[in-house]
């Protein structure tokens, strides 16, 4: 972590305050990001969460599982690297209101840079793993630059026009080759079994009204039940009902 890391953390609250210019959020979906200024602390909640790397960068958000809590902090990066029901609430950390930058995590540009020969991160700090799927890990000071780069371009149409897309792009590759990028490595290693899990999980989200035919969801996927419910356990840490 480099000396001035927490000036560049605070450098990039205050653009994202100063884009936003009162308390709220507002989302990019092109871009799939999201910035957020919350005022007040948010009681505990769950909910369904795609892809996405949260960055705090003022105040903090807590996560809860099974009992226990984590609170990531300013500087602090929380990954969720597949779809599945979140536990936490937002808090005042030093009396500050949170300031935090969402990034969806597009698996298909992942898989391609991982396809390109982007290559493993070098040792470091390893994200902490709060369970499958969802991990907290300080912010790479190149991962937080990328990103520096993408919330300035929202100040001027023209350039978020032209290089928004590659910026985005060039966020995923300092992602993979961070250390919080070893859990996105480890899914695209596997890339058979991660694209299972995410046609079982939208068929699980689009149908939550019944209880499917694993069977039946199984021989979709071109895999026998137990299979099905092998790979399913291996990555999501759950069996499909109990995730449903």
């Known amino acids: 972590m480099t000396s001035d890391f927490p000036a560049l953390v605070g450098d990039l609250a205050e653009a994202v305050r100063r884009q936003l210019g009162q308390p709220g959020q507002r989302r990019w979906p092109e871009l799939g990001l999201t910035l957020f200024w919350l005022a007040e602390p948010e009681p505990p ?3 369904l969460q795609q892809p996405v790397c949260l960055f705090v ?3 903090g958000k807590v996560l809860q599982h099974q009992h226990r809590r984590w ?4 500087g602090d990066t929380v990954m969720v690297d597949l779809p599945m029901l979140v536990v936490c609430d937002t808090a005042d950390l ?8 969402g990034v969806d995590l597009d698996m298909a540009m992942l898989v391609d840079l991982h396809a390109h020969g982007c290559p493993p991160p070098p040792p470091g700090r390893r994200p902490k793993r709060i369970e499958d799927g969802l991990y907290l890990t300080p912010t790479d000071p190149t991962v ?3 990103l520096q780069r993408l919330v300035g371009a929202l100040a001027d149409p023209l350039t978020l026009q032209v290089l928004g897309a590659a910026m985005v792009r ?8 961070s250390p919080q990028g070893l859990p996105l490595h480890r899914l695209m290693e596997d890339r058979h079994r991660l694209a299972t899990v995410v046609r079982a999980v939208r068929h699980l989200r689009l149908h939550p009204e019944q209880t499917p035919a694993m069977e039946a969801l199984a021989r979709e996927l071109a895999m026998s039940p137990s299979a099905f419910y092998a790979v399913f356990a291996q990555v999501m840490g759950t069996s499909p009902l109990q995730y449903l």
Request: aromatic share 6%; hydrophobic share 50%; glycine share 14%.
């Open 45 to 47: 909640g769950s909910s």
């Open 144 to 146: 937080l630059g990328s």
């Open 71 to 74: 609170r990531a902090g300013a």
């Open 94 to 101: 030093n009396d500050a209101p949170m300031v935090a930058v």
């Open 57 to 59: 960068l003022q105040g």
């Open 170 to 177: 060039e966020l995923h590759f300092w992602l993979l080759r």
